[in-house]
């Protein structure tokens, strides 16, 4: 059967594949549209696979929350290059996964991809998607937070996405308490958070380091002593001054507030992910070499 550019038309509709793709199918499966789009399924399904074991550390953190902010999720979705977290059918793609994740109740990736999207899985999406363009895509990580007496969420340039509960105050103090948290990402609540290891082995770091200073005894143990407020304040979140003052802390924004931290989450994109270090100027020399 002769393979028409309207047959053709509606393989790209019904999949989403490029032409050049669709007119393959079409020519092997002998115009059988059905035929095709299985072909279709199999081939993005292949690509996907061989694709699957290449980094993917860019990407965007994407927000999906009720009318009431009563429930919201991060979602992280991953690409290969920037370049193509940035293509509408990515973001596409990216919208649609924080979109299930919020209709449905998934706290983990396998579930959510297994999560329905116009019929078919989340994951034939992703496979269809990474056909298409050409990269390994992969939905990494989900945080929900769906019980909070008041939820504040933030993304910052797609990259770094907040939510954090606060008992007490308003959407206002919960926007700008996650907005501080994007911006000098606590590892704590407060101190009572840090693990006791930790301290422990911040404090021998810092008496070694003021042993070398040759002061006497009471004074090192002030130095540690102060060092450590310092670091302690460093790495929570009550302790930190407020990003958008830095006179007040965030534990007397609260306060004046009303209001207490209940728990936080903080996404950024790649975190944790070992990207290779491109050397261009070898990678140039190398092509040049090899003309």
């Known amino acids: 059967m002769a393979v028409t550019a309207s047959m053709v038309k509606e393989l790209r509709q019904r999949t989403g594949a490029g032409m050049m793709e669709c007119k393959k199918a079409l020519v092997e499966t002998n115009g059988d549209i059905e035929a095709a789009i299985e072909h279709l399924r199999k081939s993005g399904l292949a690509q996907a696979d061989k694709k699957s074991s290449r980094v993917a550390a860019e990407g965007l953190v994407v927000l999906a929350s009720n009318d009431d902010n009563s429930e919201a999720v991060l979602v992280e979705v991953n690409s290969e290059t920037d370049f193509v977290a940035k293509d509408e059918n990515f973001l596409t793609f990216a919208a649609a996964a924080a979109g299930n994740a919020l209709a449905g109740t998934a706290d983990d990736v396998e579930t959510l991809m297994a999560s329905d999207l116009n019929g078919a899985s989340l994951e034939d999406a992703r496979q269809a998607l990474v056909s298409k363009i050409g990269e390994n895509i992969q939905v990494r990580r989900i945080a929900r937070m769906n019980n909070g007496d008041n939820i504040g969420a933030y993304v910052h340039g797609g990259r770094i996405g907040v939510l954090v509960e606060l008992e007490g105050g308003n959407e206002v103090v919960a926007r700008?308490?996650?907005?501080?948290?994007?911006?000098?990402?606590?590892?704590?609540?407060?101190?009572?958070?840090?693990?006791?290891?930790?301290?422990?082995?911040?404090?021998?770091?810092?008496?070694?380091?003021?042993?070398?200073?040759?002061?006497?005894?009471?004074?090192?143990?002030?130095?540690?002593?102060?060092?450590?407020?310092?670091?302690?304040?460093?790495?929570?979140?009550?302790?930190?001054?407020?990003?958008?003052?830095?006179?007040?802390?965030?534990?007397?924004?609260?306060?004046?507030?009303?209001?207490?931290?209940?728990?936080?989450?903080r996404l950024e994109v790649g975190e944790g992910i070992e990207k290779k270090a491109d050397n261009f100027a070898e990678e140039v020399m190398q092509q040049v070499k090899g003309g």
């Open 176 to 265: 700008d308490i996650a907005m501080h948290i994007a911006a000098l990402n606590p590892e704590y609540i407060d101190v009572d958070d840090v693990p006791a290891e930790i301290l422990e082995k911040e404090k021998q770091f810092l008496i070694s380091q003021a042993a070398d200073s040759g002061k006497p005894a009471d004074i090192i143990e002030k130095m540690v002593s102060g060092r450590m407020r310092k670091h302690i304040a460093a790495i929570t979140l009550l302790g930190q001054p407020f990003v958008k003052d830095g006179d007040v802390t965030v534990a007397k924004l609260l306060e004046q507030n009303g209001a207490s931290v209940k728990g936080f989450t």
